[in-house]
Nanobody, 116 residues
Framework: VQLVESGGGLVQPGGSLRLSCAAS????????MSWYRQAPGKERELVAV????????NYADSVKGRFAISRDDGKNTVYLQMNSLRPEDTAVYYC??????????WGKGTLVTVSS
């Protein structure tokens, strides 16, 4: 099983980034996919969740209206479009996959730094 995040980097406040998470080794379409983040000195927090393609999504209050999660089950990939980025969005962003059977997988993370 692998979850590989990409797309992180340095961006100025107000800018945008698109994160990708490529999955392999499990039946991607059967899993709930999420993005979490962990800022320095803080606990890991849930950012966004997507149940299925075109289906239910949920967001942390801090990113509602700015971030959008989506998935492409044909490509086994989940995305996080991040707009209007703020310095407080600086964190390592992690991809997570969960199944109803209790399987729980994590990627290694990608660093997003929002700074001028």
């Amino acid at each position: 099983v692998q979850l590989v995040e990409s797309g992180g980097g340095l961006v100025q406040p107000g800018g945008s980034l698109r994160l990708s998470c490529a999955a392999s080794g499990f039946t991607f379409s059967s899993y709930v996919m999420s993005w979490y983040r962990q800022a320095p000195g803080k606990e890991r927090e849930l950012v966004a969740v997507i149940i299925s393609v075109g289906g239910s999504t949920n967001y942390a209050d801090s990113v509602k209206g700015r971030f959008a999660i989506s998935r492409d089950d044909g490509k086994n990939t989940v995305y996080l479009q991040m707009n209007s980025l703020r310095p407080e969005d600086t964190a390592v962003y992690y991809c997570n996959a969960k199944s109803v059977w209790g399987n729980n997988y994590w990627g290694k993370g990608t660093l997003v730094t929002v700074s001028s």
